[in-house]
């Protein structure tokens, strides 16, 4: 969210603050200062996803591809000018942050409720006014950068604090964001992000000297400034009484209807009339709501200090940490959980540190309809796999029961799905997979090495998905990524019954033709209309791949993490294309573009997806969809029909199998899990 009405303030009340630079010139300048090292940005990984999200379409599950080379293009711009580039991934979000953190999911439940009312009035692909970023584009995008040799890190607390202290301490040239937080950090400066201009390499530089000059503040008094205008520690509602007094006193005659553009001025004109104490701090916050928290203010300001800063409006000598903490299982051993830890730093995996550290993860917003009754969220088709990695990362508990006995431990979840209020996490079990002989432990698993253990992974990792059974099978099929999306496309059959054989067929289609098509041929694909049954289920594909590389990161890397990665297996015009001649009756050999090599793989993953369904006792049936017919796009005026949208109540599939109850059932359950529970229906996923 960044500091309240202070990126409006800058742009338009007070331009003085926004500089434009040269970034060869400042790298140049950098260089002769720092004569031992290269000049180095410190980019914001999350403020940068849109402005790197180049193409076109992206209400089709994503155009992975394209974005590939978009992220090409960003990083050779800056390594031919001499600047190196080091990225940081959210990795963690903070209790004090969850609050602000739910509002923004609930905001985005709306948008993405429009954005499919759209599809089915027009189908066709809302204008960029409503554009919402490819589900999975933040997961991904670290292992792109990987695959690029590109330095990537991913946070262990709140990452603005990181990206500031790490570009501080390490003399880096600049920040890369579009956070106004980084105005308020006393660090180095702050680059824009939305204002940079790739062919000449110049962008914005926001000076928070001449923000201080312009308000009369001191940089000491950045963060108090912050928390009275209201960020992600100091709730909006809780100093807008305040905020509109100093507006009132402020203004002349109290005139203060049409001014809040002033609201920065008027707080930073408060803050120069209050002792610069901790004393005058006290005094500030009693004018805050008798039912906030008496420190809040001190908090917030202390957020802002970086490992060795002090202020004058905390208690004397009272300086910012150096180091943090970090919560350790006791039934783990330090060095898997150092293991753990220095994979996510190095964003080399995803989930496993936070369940073994904090037992609690987190998933944000897919681009899914929650009125399609007949498709459950990602969030609960996945559940499942994700109850099995978390049995295989915290199977190793002392005092072991036996089954019928035994409490699983719990984790929590905060994952967006319909009918979700995201009051509180639910708590669920981790349910490890069922073998003979039990789970082996995280030190067999990922530090020890051997053709057995090798095998031993493949099928740990297929037992993720219940498909421990079928581990020679999937050994004959020739490429790895091969392997990885017949298992996805397994698990989602069996899991989602009301998917059908022209949906196999959809996605299928697409995984064999995806593998020799570059970008730019990916690009010109036309897609007549779009459909919000294909835009779904391209969502829930996409997402179940941040599921396989989860399970892949718990099991010891069985498989290469690319093999993994969306651009190597889909596109999302090729699938919708796909769905819409599948569902349309076209012949198996138009849809595999009359190349026979295509039709062979084609019909060997096929033929096995429906072996073991039917063992499985799941028959895929043919069910084409009606597809809606094609319509021009609509002016943008009509898009402000949608601000009177109601949300309907969602259903969840009443055929949905799984191993836990349904999300209203979810933390009232405890952990042991009894026979005639798990007949009952399940619920959710990442």
């Known amino acids: ?94 209790q004090k942050k969850r609050d602000e953190w739910i509002k923004r999911r609930l905001r985005c439940n709306l948008e993405i409720a429009k954005i499919f009312q759209y599809i089915k009035a ?121 905020k509109y007094r100093c507006l009132d006193e402020y203004l002349p005659n109290g005139r203060t209807t049409g001014q809040r553009k002033q609201m920065v001025a008027a707080v930073a004109h408060y803050i120069c009339s209050v002792d610069h104490s901790h004393r005058g701090l006290r005094e500030v916050e009693r004018n805050l709501p008798c039912h906030s928290d008496e420190s809040l203010l001190e908090k917030g300001v202390e957020s802002y200090l970086l490992p060795g800063q002090s202020s004058p409006w905390l208690p004397r000598n009272k300086i910012s940490p150096v180091t943090q903490q970090c919560e350790m299982p006791t039934c783990l051993s330090h060095r898997i959980l150092q293991f753990a830890r220095e994979k996510h ?35 609960i088709i996945y559940r499942p796999a994700r109850q099995s990695i978390y049995g295989i990362l915290l199977s190793a508990e002392p005092n072991a029961q036996p089954d019928s006995a035994r409490l699983y431990p719990t984790v929590k979840e905060w994952f967006v799905y319909p009918g979700n209020p995201l009051q509180q996490p639910d708590l669920i079990p981790a349910l490890p997979p069922e073998l003979p002989g039990g789970i082996p432990d995280l030190q067999t698993l990922w530090l020890t090495e051997g053709p057995a253990v090798e095998k031993l992974r493949y099928r740990m990792f297929l037992a993720c998905f219940g498909l421990q059974d079928y581990v020679q099978e999937f050994l004959h099929l020739e490429l790895p990524s091969t392997a990885v999306v017949c298992c996805l496309l397994l698990y989602m059959m069996l899991q989602v019954t009301t998917l059908c054989v022209e949906d196999l067929d959809a996605f299928l289609a697409q995984v ?159 952990a042991g899990i009894k026979e005639e529970e798990e007949a009952v229906l399940e619920d959710e996923e990442k």
């Open 122 to 242: 027009n189908a066709c692909q809302p204008g960029t006014e409503m554009f919402f970023i490819p589900s999975g584009l933040a997961t991904f995008t670290r292992f792109a950068l990987k695959s690029m040799g590109i330095n990537t890190k991913c946070s262990l607390r709140e990452v603005d604090y990181e990206v500031a202290n790490y570009a501080r301490l390490n003399e880096c040239m600049a920040i890369l964001s579009q956070d106004t937080d980084f105005l308020i950090y006393d660090t180095v400066p702050y680059l824009s992000i939305n204002k940079l201009s790739l062919e000449n390499l110049s962008t914005v530089m926001y000076s928070r000297g001449k923000l201080c000059h312009s308000l009369n503040l001191r940089m000491a008094d950045l963060p108090l400034l912050a928390c009275l205008l209201g960020n992600d520690i100091v709730p909006e509602n809780t100093v807008d009484r305040l």
């Open 345 to 379: 730093i190095k964003a080399e995996s995803s989930m496993v540190y936070k369940v073994l550290s904090k037992g609690e993860v987190d998933c944000s917003n897919t681009l899914e309809d929650e009125l399609d009754a007949d498709l459950p969220g990602q969030a």
């Open 512 to 670: 064999v033709c995806i593998r020799d098509k570059p970008a730019d041929h990916l690009a010109q694909i036309q897609v007549p209309r779009v459909d919000s049954r294909a835009v779904h289920l391209a969502s829930l594909f996409v997402r179940g791949l941040s599921v396989l590389i989860a399970a892949n990161s718990a099991c010891g890397f069985p498989f290469k993490m690319v093999g993994l990665m969306p651009w190597e297996v889909f596109d999302g015009k090729l699938f919708h294309a796909k769905y819409l001649q599948s569902h349309n009756g076209c012949t198996m050999e138009d849809l595999l573009e009359k190349k026979d090599i295509l039709v062979h793989e084609f019909q060997k993953i096929k033929f096995l997806i429906n072996t073991v369904c039917a063992e499985k006792n799941r028959i895929l049936q043919s069910k084409p969809q009606p597809l809606a017919p094609a319509r021009d796009r609509p002016e943008p005026h009509g898009v402000r029909s949608h601000h009177n949208f109601q949300r309907a109540q969602p259903t969840h599939h009443p055929r949905y199998q799984g191993r836990y109850p349904q999300p209203g059932w979810t933390n009232s359950a405890q």
């Open 1 to 94: 969210m960044g500091v309240k009405g202070l990126q409006q303030f800058v742009d338009h009340i007070c331009p003085a603050v926004k500089v434009w630079v040269d970034l060869k010139e400042m790298a140049e300048q950098h260089q002769r200062s720092h004569p031992e090292c290269s000049p180095v940005v410190a980019v914001d990984t999350m403020a940068c996803l849109r402005y790197w999200y180049t193409p076109e379409a992206w209400v089709h599950g994503g155009q992975w591809r394209e974005y590939l080379d978009s992220l090409k293009r960003f990083v050779n711009a800056f390594s031919t000018a001499g600047i190196g580039l080091v990225f940081f991934i959210d990795g963690v979000i903070e």
